[in-house]
């Protein structure tokens, strides 16, 4: 099994997480489960609710919308990162393509860990402001 | 009594000193100016025919601003206590020059006390009120500014009665008189002395010239917003013309003393000129006091805008009529005593109203505008017209017609304008609604007035869903109003969030709506129903077996649901619930059980004390959060602080830590007492010490402050990180919290860690490329940003914190100068001790003369890498202690075994944890 520092190495590639310190990440890193996947399992299909955030640790996971495949994960990647936020229905489906070991913060535990230590929030919000000013830099453009 | 004495003082814990010294303050500034005032008319209509009268009005219009300017100028060069002792001085001074030339009996020596008068006037008041906004903030200034206001007119009443009937009694001449307002002058500077030391910390520097800098760059533009909106000219104008018709007033009056004692010899002429107007002042202010407490409020309900600024031009009006028709002394005091009267009190109330529809910022340029603008141009076209009149009428008693034929054309045009005003009012009014600007808190403001209310009840049937509850919401502050027929159909409106508002609206109406209520507890929307029960419960709110009882048995368990909720905040202490009623509840099972239970706690805080307290024990256990977290509420509402151990220990669950802190708030002082011993306890469970900071700094006095300050040093940074965050809260709310002695000892030690994390941050970089050891240096590098923020946190509560905070911000800025801007600031600011610590780290000063200058202040000495890990295992917080036992397994230090080994033990699980991978990783 992962130690919680090795999860929060694994936590620290994601990009939503880039202004959160790595103390911060060891408070999600505690409660992040670990999964072994066997391959060409289904984790959530199209219009799913959304349920969490996962991280390949081992193996690869195939994102596919309509039947096409638009990304493939691989280890230290990670997919479902906005379904944290996001009520909307999973717009992909994603499927293991080997036996892969997964990495996953369900929403539950991240608002959990939220409500303890509400000072990860403001960090969470400078990385959307950072990405609304990028986005509005490329609509100016 | 000494609640209904709260009830007309505004003032809170630690306040009432300060306010006190205020109120004297002002009362000292307008005793001094009523006693002045009468003196400075007498003086010169014993020297001066009433003629010459506009003269010294035309140099005051010109100079006042203009020296007011210049001393508030001075203000950049000085501070504002220095500027302010100044100018009392100064006045202290020529008040003396005044006492000892009284007797010379140079002419001259009348007009320079007539010029200087008005001018000391204009400049005491500014000065008290610059005074004022350096000690109180916004938030007080709402509450205390109408108290400092009754000052004001008890300063008036007083200086009057001194000027006129103590005089007269005791035969004060004028020398006398004007020691009187030297001893008062000295009382000013005292005042102002001690008032000072209560000046908030955050109060910006350069205030005054600030305000003398945005009145002279924007007269162009500010003129331009009010030609630009009709509303806006409309008001300046009604200003303009009525503030020339008072001006005219003023004169008729001293005009007409002047005729009536013009054969007395100089001496004896100013004697009873000054005793007459003395008693004129004292009589207006009595009554314009009396009209301000008993029919201000009843004219504004009952004629709203038009009424309130009507009657000042119809008093002058018709009192000019009299004028007219039979120019003489006692017409002529009906015209000034009529505007003095309504000036301050009934029209004041209407103006301030008339500026409310406007945006905050609109709202206080506009102010500015009017009171340095139009004020000084209302005088000199008042002069002017006088002066003509004067000039072409010489000698004529016909003078005294023809000035109130102008006050009769200007009141007219005033009434006009108000007229025009009520229809401008309320299409402001109608826009801020659209826009929903209007301010909920401000609402009873605007709701003294019938047109505005009448508007929102014409809002009721618009087809808006969002402007209808907007409406309800301003019009729940309404009484005495019946808007019943547009009320009550929206009781059926299909949108559930407009039932809702308007039964929560229906309180405003007289209390004979029940049935309408009570057939909207069969609502399907539960938030409807449980706003029908508040409805009902709070009709009969003062009956022990009221509504409520009949609501807690209810066939419907949200309706009970919704009648407990209420009962817990509103119900009367002696209320009792049924036991038998609570066990049914209990024993409820199926989908229904948690809401069940939930009311069950709720109601058992109305149990008899020992039952109640032996069930809610049982309760704050249940494994439901809503149901734990009522029987927490409930347990506060009832007082029962035995249980307040339990309740604490609640914070640290999530999903409970709201109800917690609520009902922990609602114990007070005994919470307080608990809370702070947990957060001494180094044994208690860590999370839940984490959680206290909150709860004291929400209830800020000197015993919370120092259960905090006494965390201060702790070794959890967490722990350490919110106890500061709590401070600074704290020090917002009470600004001598805490000692800055102790915070000062803390800022020293906090910049002592920053140098000791520095060194051992230095001690690894250059490794940072390799995975395990980037996560050391990571985390050491971010312990140093959170170190920095600590040091500024606590540099906040000794130096003005928002500007400490600015500076903070500037540091991370991209900018250069920006950063170079805040170093400079900061060295500036700083105590040479703190700054010789903190400076360099800020400074972009080189990481080897930083560790030079760690050992030169504190002695840390350089560190190797080894030595450094050591120290974190050793030394540091868990978090630290982790990353460095990643780092020994990741490398296969062996050397670090024993240490790992020790570590395998700790009471941290995360250490613990760690420690095994880095000995499993090291064999």
């Given amino acids: 099994l992962l130690t919680v520092i090795e999860k929060v190495l694994l936590l620290q590639n994601i990009d939503l997480f880039s202004h959160i310190t790595v103390e911060q990440l060891s408070f999600f890193a505690a409660l992040a489960e670990e999964i072994n996947i066997p391959t060409d399992q289904v984790l959530y299909r199209e219009d799913d609710p959304p349920d969490g955030l996962y991280v390949v640790v081992a193996g690869a996971v195939s994102m596919r919308r309509a039947g096409d495949e638009i990304d493939r994960v691989g280890p230290n990647g990670s997919f479902g990162a906005w379904a944290l936020f996001d009520d909307e229905p999973r717009l992909t489906t994603a499927e293991t393509t080997e036996e892969s070991r997964l990495l996953f913060v369900s929403r539950d535990d991240f608002y959990d860990v939220l409500a303890d230590h509400v000072d990860i929030v403001a960090g969470l919000f400078k990385h959307l402001v950072e990405r609304l000013r990028r986005l509005a830099t490329v609509v100016e453009k | 009594m000494r609640s209904r004495l709260g009830e007309w003082i505004p003032t809170r814990p630690g306040e009432g000193f300060i306010t006190s010294l205020m109120f004297t303050y002002i009362f000292g500034v ?19 025919p009433s003629a010459d009268l506009p003269y010294p009005n035309f140099i005051t219009a010109l100079f006042a601003g203009t020296l007011a300017t210049l001393v508030f100028k001075l203000g950049r060069r000085v501070s504002a206590i220095t500027l302010l002792t100044a100018t009392n001085l100064v006045i202290l001074g020529t008040l003396l020059g005044f006492f000892f030339a009284i007797g010379t009996e140079s002419r001259y020596l009348a007009y320079v006390f007539y010029v200087y008068v008005q001018i000391v006037s204009v400049l005491s008041t500014a000065q008290f009120w610059l005074l004022a906004g350096y000690i109180f903030d916004n938030q007080q200034a709402k509450r205390l500014y109408g108290l400092l206001g009754a000052g004001a007119i008890a300063g008036a009443m007083g200086g009057s009665t001194i000027s006129g009937v103590i005089s007269q009694t005791f035969r004060l001449g004028t020398g006398r008189r004007l020691l009187i307002c030297v001893a008062i002058c000295a009382l000013l500077i005292g005042l102002s002395q001690v008032a000072w030391r209560f000046r908030r910390r955050d109060a910006e520097p350069g205030r005054a010239s600030r305000w003398i800098n945005e009145g002279s760059e924007r007269l162009t533009e500010l003129s331009r917003m009010v030609f630009t909106s009709r509303h806006l000219m409309l008001m300046v104008a009604l200003v303009f013309v009525t503030l020339i018709a008072s001006q005219i007033a003023d004169w008729q009056v001293k005009d007409a003393l002047y005729q009536r004692f013009k054969t007395f010899q100089p001496s004896q002429r100013k004697e009873q000129i000054t005793q007459f107007l003395a008693n004129l002042y004292l009589v207006t202010n009595i009554i314009g006091i009396a009209l301000q407490v008993t029919a201000t409020n009843l004219i504004v309900r009952r004629f709203g805008i038009t009424g309130a600024t009507f009657l000042l031009p119809v008093a002058v009006f018709t009192a000019s009529w009299g004028v007219l028709l039979a120019p003489g002394l006692w017409t002529a005091v009906m015209a000034d005593g009529g505007d ?3 000036r301050y009190s009934v029209t004041r109330a209407g103006l301030e109203l008339l500026y409310l529809p406007l945006p905050p910022t609109i709202r206080k340029r506009l102010k500015f505008f009017v009171d340095v603008f139009i004020d000084r141009l209302g005088r000199f076209a008042a002069a002017l017209a006088i002066l003509g009149f004067t000039l072409w009428l010489a000698g004529s008693p016909a003078r005294l017609r023809a000035t109130a034929v102008v006050s009769i054309v200007l009141t007219s045009c005033a009434m006009l304008i108000c007229l025009a005003l009520r229809r401008t009012y309320a299409e402001a009014f109608r826009q801020q ?11 009873h403001q605007y709701l003294t007035d019938q047109s505005s209310v009448d508007l929102l009840i014409g809002a009721l049937a618009g087809a808006h869903e969002r402007q209808i509850v907007y409406a309800l919401q301003l019009l729940e502050s309404v009484r005495g109003v019946d808007f019943s027929a547009q009320l009550l159909p929206l009781l059926g409106h299909a949108s559930p969030h407009v039932r809702e508002q308007a039964l929560r609206t229906l309180a405003a109406l007289p209390p004979h709506h029940a049935a309408h209520a009570e057939a909207l507890l069969a609502d399907p929307e539960p938030a409807v129903r449980a706003a029908a029960v508040e409805y009902l419960c709070a009709l009969e709110a003062d009956q022990p077996h009221g509504r409520l009882t009949s609501l807690l048995a209810h066939a419907s368990l949200d ?11 509103n ?13 049914s509840l209990l024993a409820t099972t199926g989908e229904d059980a948690v809401k069940a239970r939930e009311t069950a706690a709720l109601l058992a805080g109305f149990l008899e004390r020992s039952a109640s307290v032996a069930l809610l024990r049982r309760m704050l256990d249940d494994p439901e959060a809503v149901v734990a977290g009522a029987a927490a509420r409930a347990a506060a509402a009832a007082g029962h602080s035995e249980l307040i151990p339990r309740i604490l220990a609640m914070l640290a669950r999530p999903g409970l830590r709201s109800a917690a802190r609520e009902a922990l708030l609602a114990f007070g002082a005994p919470a307080l007492v608990a809370a702070g011993k947990t957060l001494s306890d180094s044994n208690a469970d860590p999370a839940l010490r984490r959680e206290v900071p909150w709860v004291l700094a929400r209830m800020p006095n000197e015993r919370s402050a120092a259960f905090l300050v006494e965390r201060l040093g702790s070794r959890d940074p967490l722990l350490k990180f919110r106890v500061v965050k709590a401070l600074n809260r704290l020090h917002e709310r009470r600004p001598d919290l805490p000692a800055r002695t102790v915070i000062a000892r803390h800022i020293v030690a906090q910049t002592k860690s920053y140098y000791e994390a520095l060194v051992l941050y230095q001690a690894f970089e250059p490794e940072e490329r390799h995975n395990g050891s980037r996560l050391l240096v990571r985390a050491l590098k971010e312990r140093l940003d959170q170190n920095l923020e600590l040091i500024f946190r606590l540099l906040g509560m000794q130096y003005p914190q928002k500007e400490i905070y600015s500076a903070y911000t500037a540091l991370s800025d991209a900018r250069a100068d920006r950063r170079a801007a805040a170093v400079e600031f900061l060295d500036n600011l700083l105590h040479k001790n703190l700054k010789a610590v903190i400076l360099p780290l800020l400074e972009g000063t080189s990481a080897d003369r930083l560790i030079d200058r760690a050992q030169s202040l504190f002695g840390i000495r350089p560190k190797e890498r080894e030595e450094a890990l050591q120290i974190i295992l050793e030394e540091s917080d868990s978090w630290l202690k982790a990353c460095a036992l990643y780092e020994v397994g990741d490398k296969r230090i062996v050397a670090l075994r024993e240490i790992v080994q020790r570590l395998t033990e700790d009471r941290e699980p995360l250490v613990r944890e ?3 991978w880095a000995l499993a990783h090291c064999a």
């Fill in chain 2, 433 to 443: 609604l659209t826009h929903r600007q209007v301010d909920l808190a401000e609402a």
């Fill in chain 2, 559 to 569: 309706i009970r649901l919704a009648a407990a909720r209420w009962a817990i905040a």
């Fill in chain 2, 340 to 342: 003095a009267v309504f």
């Fill in chain 2, 914 to 916: 760690s420690a095994h």
């Fill in chain 2, 571 to 583: 119900a009367r202490r002696d209320f009792r619930t049924p036991q038998d009623a609570i066990d």
């Fill in chain 2, 30 to 48: 307008l005793c001094f100016y009523y006693i002045v005032k009468p003196l400075k008319d007498g003086l010169f209509l014993a020297n001066y």
